[in-house]
């Protein structure tokens, strides 16, 4: 499946949701092709290796209903990248990073119904974390309502909409966030009041 948008998977920014991702058996090949295009093109840097790291996992997204696979997920997801920093880095590992790596994670794998769009056993819309590189080693996080992204039309206005122009000069509608973040700097994304 994964090769038929085989250009997008090689795209380390190019986003991905899956709507029923169970212990991801989808996200994590997925994740193993974007991790590939960054050691072949960043492992000489540690620095750059994680940032863009961080770039990849941050741009895979998945919803479930059960929890047990959410948890399967997740640890997989950071048993594949953790693996791959491990044998290039050995000791130089920092934990500051694995943080900052689970911490994605848990914004981006969630509990809920994406049917409904709603998070589990509740009647609140299930909210998605966009990640961004901003200068250098800042990431800039802005969260939006899955509603408002399931249904979004960017040539069509709506009242939570933001007008832009694209890079090819044509006018664009972006979906608003519910919340914007300060910068903070890719080793300390572990926010301790997060949600």
């Not at 848990?106 to 009647?123: E, F, P, V």
Request: net charge positive; aromatic share 10%.
């Amino acid at each position: 499946m994964l090769d038929l948008v085989k250009n997008e998977t090689e795209r380390i920014e190019s986003r991905f949701l899956e709507p029923a991702c169970g212990d991801g058996n989808f996200l994590a090949p997925l994740l193993e092709r974007k991790l590939k295009i960054v050691k072949n093109k960043y492992a000489k840097s540690q620095t750059d290796f994680e940032r863009m790291t961080l770039l990849a996992i941050s741009s895979i997204y998945g919803i479930e209903l059960l929890q047990d696979n959410i948890d399967v997920c997740i640890n997989r997801l950071f048993k594949i990248a953790n693996k791959l920093y491990l044998k290039l880095y050995k000791n130089k590992c920092k934990e500051t990073f694995r943080k900052s790596l689970k911490f994605i994670l848990k914004r981006n794998i969630l509990h809920g119904n994406a049917l409904t769009l709603k998070k589990a056993n509740s009647d609140d819309y299930i909210v998605f974390s966009e990640w961004s590189l901003v200068n250098g080693g800042m990431i800039k996080r802005r969260d939006f309502e899955y509603r408002e992204l399931a249904d979004f039309d960017p040539k069509k206005p709506t009242l939570f909409s933001i007008r832009e122009v694209s890079d090819t000069g044509e006018t664009i509608f972006s979906p608003k966030p519910i919340k914007k973040f300060p910068l903070i700097h890719y080793l300390k994304i572990d926010y301790e009041n997060a949600k």
